[in-house]
């Protein structure tokens, strides 16, 4: 008979419309699952304690790779045995997260018969992840995961497994191959990601365009973000249409009977105002454009971003542990991006070598250019100023120059100075 | 261990594709959202792939696992994904599967559809008391009390714009909720309590000391133990030594409980991103349905659909009317919490007299 | 005859068509002013040096005064004896420098005697500067100026000279009676502004309503700022003259030729977008209005402040050193003025107590709030927190929580806690 | 001693005023800007004042006060008053006499007549070279460059709304530059020199070494004096030290130079207050009449000018075409000193994709 715990609390949450993680382990527990009936015991303690129950994770893995398992204990392993263990074992998805039933399976069932069955799809940084595992069955799982063709992906202070939207795979906005550089930096960096040797952590996030559906301008370290440079593209007769009232707004976002304003809804919120709609033709002053997305957005079957795509790279985005939170800062305007993707590993190995000479431990690389500048950074990964690098030039007047900036250097005689002027 | 295989990164994203987008990657021309959780893209080629957007729980068993294979299968030859937020989307190629899987997913009851548009789609949150060291809080108890309150919204197209809800269950935000329209995140309010008797055992103390950035952590010596002490008025809480020393935990029932964040994005369409910024600074924990902070976040949701225009995000509805007036029209309170004392502050006060009575 | 230095390059800033100082200074060499002619001397030689040839001050003064006087004595004293001494006296100016011929005249009577003869009309703080005086002088110049009804202005660890723009005195928008209160607040605390006695400089401002005429809020660490509660007052005869094109837009401001176009230079320039124009009506939803000023500057003949008026105070602004620049932040939303001002003065007294306790030496008072919180400013000057005090809430999650916010307060015992949680 | 007065404060405000401006004090109804420097103030008991505005160069003799109040005798019964900005006014009172003082005024010639509305109006300015012991550029001389060049938008209603230009002669600010649309601010650039030979008998060592905001000031013995060293790397030309300490000066001829911000603004009018932003992080010290800086500050005004809309400030301008755009319209070069490195360094980065070609 399966093992059960009472969970009058936790019971509370089988109730509502929405899907009750509660009620689907319980199922799980019922099928013999120690670890599940568990969880829900332990998961109730904590909502009687209101305090959690897991231990700090002390250092679990699989030979050779420093991260990709999360230890975990539980501190009330006498009343809760099955989740005495409970490790993550996190595994790299594929980007953008596309399944077959017949390949997942196959790797449902490893975790079936060596772990406990529980999953997050996915975690928040992407990885598949299997959810409490005793130490002994990590090698194992590794093994059966990886002869089926996955493998693991980062934690520490490594490279963190890439993730990227769905891309070119299934969006008409997507300026880049997400996918593709998601897979490939995943692929070409599979020691960093594996082997943390680094000051801290460091994400790759990829979206296909402005709209950041992976929100890896909030959530990565290095956001490579699609955009384009010539002109977006109009198609008249479907303007007309929009016009017209026969496609819904906003793709129908908002219902199909939404119709669109042209004027209203579309040129009135440009934020650069450089739309023009006089009621037959759409005019867009590309040069003043800044890409944002909002005009394709409401009309996504009239306009499509230009064909002179490229990304935008922003860096330095993290949570607030210490500094506070940081989003990505422009660091390459527009870079194109072509496989094998040369250029932008380029960069990406520069800014690496700075991190890493110049970071301190635990420290995000968002942090170190917080503290030593973005100039110096810029510098360092060899990018010339420009003004796209900041919302606003500086306001403080506290400029450093550089001995060789000032002519005659920094090294004075105070008796010349004083032959000029009495004391 | 000679064929023991290393290195060999995740399956490539093409492989698990339907056909129709191995023929039209690169190819599509437009999307149109046919109803909530319905999405249609057609391609340059004329071929078409439905889209069926169901919420999850994120935190599921494989049994969870299996009843979506089934649904593939018997709909869309086995293929499906999961979304950035969770959700899960089965990819029909078949327009007359369309209706019949959607009649399966009312049926099977635990795969609601929504999540497009103008809804509240799921909530993107963490591991909570399932399986953290550092929370505040639950995660998917608070995900569900919230969602089974606002079900209306997640299949259906009521909002002004898209509202993205996160949820991260302490300051480490691995939900990053930090650019969320609605941020729900766990907060300890005590300083760590400090086990002097072990604590030069399991740690390291300079690392422990240097962990602080408030550097309100000192050396002592407590009972003959070497040790450290904290400063309790320097204390803000976030967690960072305990990270690095278990010896200072921090959580506590009554300390410990939630805060809401609201305004920010990370899409750069119309505004530029933005930081969520604080709503109300604590909840005390309620479980198992977190009633107040429940209410709270439809407050707060009410609040913006009576307000806002249309494509409006929430934060930048607060902008145009100001925080005077969100504070107003939220019915939520403005305390001294409110008002940053970090390293920015200077740069978030108001240096000008236009504000709203 | 009258001395004269070469002086080949301020010779070069006699022409053009911009009054210049170099001949004005000339004729007054002329007349046999020494200090005037080597004042030019030693300019001259600046201009060669590209450094200029003033030493620190020293401590000169007047008696029983603490400021008033800036100490400055030249460093190439025996090229130009006659600015050998060169002190500021700083002649507090009437507040929005008003002045009659017979006036002035008898103060620059004493100022050609025992003085350069030269000024600066006015200081950047809003003094009669008088430019040049040897320390012997001084008590006489003192005593002369008082017997005439003149005092010094502030220098120092003081209370500065506060100023004001000419409110109502000229200016139909004067929400309050900015020149009433600056003297007010001038006679008032002449001690503070004559004995240096607190951290650092402090500087009033009184502007007559948020067009902030004399900079109050970039320039005084406590800004008195008129504006008003009730609605904007509106004339629908001028508003129907403005439509007609019968004023010129804005005062007049870009020629009697400009007219108004309501909608696009009123309306749709109304940062809070709370103006209607349907070609006929002006309406205004003074809830949403910020009370910027802009609609009223656009058409002064139409539309007035309205009658519930008061001033905003905000606090703190200063120059960059040494924390960067700040300008002052709304810490009062609203407050009466109407003499004698004692709502307002006890305000200014909390603050003042506040920072004379807490400011660090040299550490203006805007300085000490970055320092210690806007929250701790407020609840010392007891002033509810309020939206009205931010641009934004926080956005980090750096809450601070005093022992007695939290129930059981801080002091926990790690047995109790190792009571629910194994080690 | 017994009869001397002290804390007597200045003459009260209305002493001078002209009967109608004590008649009507608080009842004016409106102004109108007649032309270029003349100003109409209507009263609700329909009394009128006139004021003439003329430009003055605020560093005066007696000699020019003395030319004022003739005017003012003869045309205004001797009242005339100082503005913000350092213009004289001079107030009519009686219709008759306007044009006849503005004929005088054109003869004398030393006092110009605009500086109202839409134009440049004269430059709130510090001491320079003529009284101050810190400044890295002289103040008079360049005010008159720059305003002999300006001098056509002066008189004239021309520029797209006000344009405030201030100079300040050091990083002090006296002129309060940092809320300028055109701010001149004189800028060192070479660590401050030190006399280790009488740093000691001259200055307080702590006070001297407290005085340095980024702590580049350490104590130093130097051949047997008691003196301090300066971390070059760390200076960033404050002069605050030399501030406290003369024996520390930083003055150099070829260190110091101008550096020109823009974009500032202090009324609450449509935009809340900016600050100044940088633009010309050096132009070398020119006199006697710096070309560069004048030559600079005209390409902003004229690309202002050129690209403005009617009562758009200059920032205001800046903000909504977007820097990357300022920067190309105005031909000035953007730098790495450009990119704020200060406290606050961090709000100023871009951190969106929203940006122009
Ligand atoms: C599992 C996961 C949460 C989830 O439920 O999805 C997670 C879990 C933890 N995170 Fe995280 N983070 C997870 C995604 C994130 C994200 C989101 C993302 O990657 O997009 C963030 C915010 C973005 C960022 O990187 O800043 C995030 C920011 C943090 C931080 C704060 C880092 C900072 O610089 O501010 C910490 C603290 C730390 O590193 O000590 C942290 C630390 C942790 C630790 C290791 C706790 C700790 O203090 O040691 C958690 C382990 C929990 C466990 O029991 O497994 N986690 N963490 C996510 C990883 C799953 C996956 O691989 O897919
Ligand atoms: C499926 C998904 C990408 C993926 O790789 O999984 C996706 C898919 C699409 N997004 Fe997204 N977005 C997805 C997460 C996001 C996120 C990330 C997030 O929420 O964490 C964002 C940024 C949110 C933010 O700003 O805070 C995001 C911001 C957008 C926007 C910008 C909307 C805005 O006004 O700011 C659009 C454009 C639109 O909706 O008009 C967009 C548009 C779209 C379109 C219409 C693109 C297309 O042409 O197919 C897709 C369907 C829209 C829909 O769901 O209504 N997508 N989208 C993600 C679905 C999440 C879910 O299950 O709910
Ligand atoms: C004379 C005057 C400039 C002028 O040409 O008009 C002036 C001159 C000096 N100022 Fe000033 N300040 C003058 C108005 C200002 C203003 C403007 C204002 O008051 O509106 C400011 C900016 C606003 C502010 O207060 O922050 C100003 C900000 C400073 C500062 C920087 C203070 C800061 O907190 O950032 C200093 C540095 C200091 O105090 O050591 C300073 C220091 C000085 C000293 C005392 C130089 C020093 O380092 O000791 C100068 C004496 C020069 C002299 O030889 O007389 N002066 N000073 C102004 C006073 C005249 C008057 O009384 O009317
Ligand atoms: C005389 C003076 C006050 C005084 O007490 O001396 C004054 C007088 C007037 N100001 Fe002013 N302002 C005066 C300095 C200022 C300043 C301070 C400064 O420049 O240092 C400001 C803030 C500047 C800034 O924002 O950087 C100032 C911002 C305004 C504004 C706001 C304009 C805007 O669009 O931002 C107005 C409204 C307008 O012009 O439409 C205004 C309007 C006016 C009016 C129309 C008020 C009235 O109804 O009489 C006065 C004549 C306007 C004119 O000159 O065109 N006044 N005005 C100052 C003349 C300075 C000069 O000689 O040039
Ligand atoms: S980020 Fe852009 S390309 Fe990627 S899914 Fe979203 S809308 Fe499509
Ligand atoms: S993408 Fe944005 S900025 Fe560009 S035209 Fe469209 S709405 Fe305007
Ligand atoms: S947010 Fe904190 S408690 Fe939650 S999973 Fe991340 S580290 Fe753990
Ligand atoms: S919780 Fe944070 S602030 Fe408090 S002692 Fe620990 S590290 Fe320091
Ligand atoms: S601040 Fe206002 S009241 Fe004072 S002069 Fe300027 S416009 Fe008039
Ligand atoms: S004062 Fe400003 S905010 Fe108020 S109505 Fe006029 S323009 Fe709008
Ligand atoms: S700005 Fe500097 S140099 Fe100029 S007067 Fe003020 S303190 Fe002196
Ligand atoms: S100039 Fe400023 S930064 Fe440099 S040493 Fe002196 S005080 Fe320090």
């Not at chain 1, 194109?336 to 995000?364: A, L, S, T």
């Amino acid at each position: 008979m399966a093992k059960k715990h009472q969970t009058p609390m936790l019971d509370e949450l089988e109730k509502g419309p929405w899907p009750s993680f509660v009620t689907d382990i319980k199922r799980m527990a019922e099928t013999g699952k120690d670890a599940c009936a568990d969880l829900l015991g332990q998961l109730e303690l904590s909502y009687k304690d209101k305090e959690g129950h897991w231990k700090h994770g002390g250092i679990v893995g699989v030979l050779g790779y420093g991260g990709g398992v999360i230890g975990r204990y539980s501190d009330v392993p006498d009343l809760f045995p099955g989740v005495e263990h409970f490790h993550t074992v996190r595994v790299n998805q594929p980007a953008a997260k596309y399944y077959h039933s017949e390949s997942i399976r196959k790797i449902m069932d490893i975790w079936n018969r060596r772990g406990s069955g529980m999953l997050n799809m996915h975690g928040s940084t992407g990885d598949i992840i299997m959810l409490g595992a005793f130490t002994d069955e990590l090698e194992n799982i590794f093994a059966e995961l990886t002869s089926l063709g996955w493998d693991l992906g980062g934690s520490g202070s490594a490279l963190r497994t890439p993730s990227s939207c769905l891309g070119q795979s299934r969006c008409e906005f997507a300026c880049i191959n997400a996918e593709d550089i998601c897979y490939d930096l995943t692929q070409s960096y599979q020691d960093e990601l594996h082997r943390p040797a680094w000051p801290y952590k460091f994400k790759f996030k990829v979206d296909g365009c402005p709209n950041c559906c992976v929100a890896s301008l909030a959530r990565s370290d290095c956001a490579i973000i699609g955009t384009w440079r010539d002109d977006i593209r109009i198609d008249k007769a479907a303007v007309a249409a929009y016009a017209a009232g026969e496609f819904a707004a906003n793709g129908g976002a908002h219902g199909q009977d939404v119709k669109l304003d042209i004027q209203k809804d579309v040129c009135d919120l440009c934020p650069t105002q450089c739309m023009a709609w006089d009621g037959k033709t759409l005019s867009i002053n590309n040069k003043e454009c800044t890409r944002c997305m909002h005009c394709i957005n409401m009309m996504p079957r009239a306009l499509r971003p230009g064909k002179d795509t490229g990304a935008s790279i922003l860096v330095g985005a993290k949570a607030p542990i210490l500094d506070g939170a940081q989003m990505g800062s422009v660091i390459v305007p527009f870079i194109k991006m072509e496989p094998p993707y040369e250029e932008f590993k380029e960069f990406v190995e520069k800014m690496w070598e700075w991190w890493d000479e110049n970071g301190k431990n635990r420290e995000r690389i968002g942090e170190t250019i917080q503290r030593l500048g973005l100039g110096t950074f810029l510098a360092a990964v060899e990018v010339e100023p420009d003004p796209r690098h900041v919302k606003e030039p500086r306001s403080n007047p506290y400029v450093f120059y550089k001995e060789d900036e000032v002519p005659g250097g920094f090294d004075r005689k105070i008796e010349d100075y004083r032959k000029r002027h009495a004391r | 261990m000679a064929e023991r295989l290393t290195d060999i990164g995740p399956p490539k994203y093409d492989l698990f594709w339907p056909q129709v987008i191995k023929d039209n990657a690169g190819k599509w021309l437009y999307h149109d959202i046919l109803e909530p959780g319905v999405l249609l893209h057609v391609s340059e080629t004329g071929a078409k792939i439905w889209s069926v957007r169901c919420g999850t729980t994120r935190l599921m068993t494989t049994m969870m696992v299996e009843d979506i294979c089934k649904l593939a299968d018997q709909f869309c030859d086995g293929h499906f994904r999961f979304t950035t937020r969770n959700n899960v989307e089965f990819l029909v190629v078949d327009e007359s599967k369309l209706e019949p899987l959607k009649k399966a997913l009312k049926a099977a009851g635990n795969l609601p559809i929504g999540g497009t548009g103008a809804s509240i789609t799921n909530i993107v949150h963490t591991q909570g008391w399932v399986h953290c060291h550092t929370p505040a809080i639950d995660a998917s108890g608070v995900v569900k009390a919230v969602m089974d309150d606002l079900f209306e919204y997640f299949g259906s197209h009521k909002m002004p714009a898209q509202v993205r809800i996160s949820l991260a269950c302490c300051l480490n935000m691995c939900g990053a909720v930090h650019c969320s329209d609605i941020a729900i995140l766990g907060v300890h309010r005590k300083p760590p309590v400090i086990e002097h008797t072990h604590l030069d055992k399991m740690c390291e103390i300079p690392t422990t000391i240097a962990s602080c950035p408030t550097a309100a952590i000192k050396p002592a010596k407590v009972d003959d133990f070497k040790s450290v002490a904290v400063n309790a008025d320097r204390c803000m809480f976030c967690g960072n030594c305990y990270t690095m020393c278990p010896a200072m935990p921090l959580a506590d029932a009554d300390g410990d409980g939630i805060a809401l964040w609201v305004g920010g994005k990370v899409s750069n369409s119309k505004s530029m991103p933005k930081f969520s910024k604080l709503a109300v600074p604590f909840i005390p924990n309620e479980p198992p349905r977190w009633p107040t902070t429940v209410k709270m976040v439809r407050q707060i949701v009410e609040a913006y659909v009576a307000g806002a225009n249309r494509y409006e995000r929430l934060g930048e509805w607060a902008e145009r009317i100001g925080w005077e007036r969100f504070f107003e029209k939220t019915g939520l309170e403005f305390t001294h919490h409110h008002i940053d004392d970090y390293r920015f502050a200077a740069t978030t006060w108001r240096t000008s007299t236009q504000f709203k009575w």
